[in-house]
């Protein structure tokens, strides 16, 4: 797959299907990038489990922090990385030697802006797992939702029809 650009059905494919996002990098710091992915993806009603070895047991905004991907309850849809790139392919191997012992491999895997590192995508690939390298899924959630544009940001979206209003401050869905 060209990883340089991804189209919007790809995108919106990936986050209408999951519903449970590990997060390896979260911080409770709230004025840190992964603190407001968190914040924004725990209000779009998925189930998000950060991942943080120096803050595990304690939570961030209401969720347990687990010290490792070993530690989460199940195997989850994303596993979003918000490490830098060398750590990618580490993580991406634990994933995939471990699988059995998890229950099974994730649909995607995620790494954040700037984090890209074609290899691990390769491997991940290679093992079945769907990849997104440099985007943010709350800066993409928030595009293809039109939310973006609230801000006068250009969502690269134009459509005569209403978003679906959901449940919830300023929530519209993705799907219909």
């Known amino acids: 797959m060209n990883h340089d650009t991804y189209s ?26 992964s603190y407001f992915v968190l914040k924004y993806m725990l209000a779009k009603d998925y189930d998000v489990w950060p991942i943080n070895p120096g803050y595990a047991g304690k939570e961030i905004l209401g969720q347990m ?6 530690d989460l309850p199940a195997m989850p ?30 649909k995607v895997i995620w790494m954040q802006l700037t984090v890209r590192n074609d290899e691990a995508a390769k491997r991940a ?26 801000a006068g940001v250009n969502s690269r979206t134009l459509s005569s029809k209403r978003p679906a209003l959901k449940t919830g401050f300023q929530h519209r869905g993705l799907k219909g």
């Open 8 to 33: 919007d059905s790809y995108i919106k494919a990936i986050l209408d299907e999951v519903k449970t996002i590990a997060m390896v990098g979260a911080s409770a710091n709230n004025v840190r990038p």
């Open 77 to 106: 849809d994303l596993v979003d990385i918000f490490r830098n790139s060398d750590a990618a392919v580490q993580i991406v191997d634990d994933i995939i030697s471990s699988a059995d012992k998890r229950g099974g491999l994730p």
């Open 65 to 70: 922090t687990h010290a490792s991907l070993d």
């Open 125 to 150: 690939e290679d093992a079945g797992i769907k990849v997104v390298m440099d985007r943010c899924p709350k800066i993409e959630y928030a595009r293809l939702s039109g939310e973006i544009g609230w």
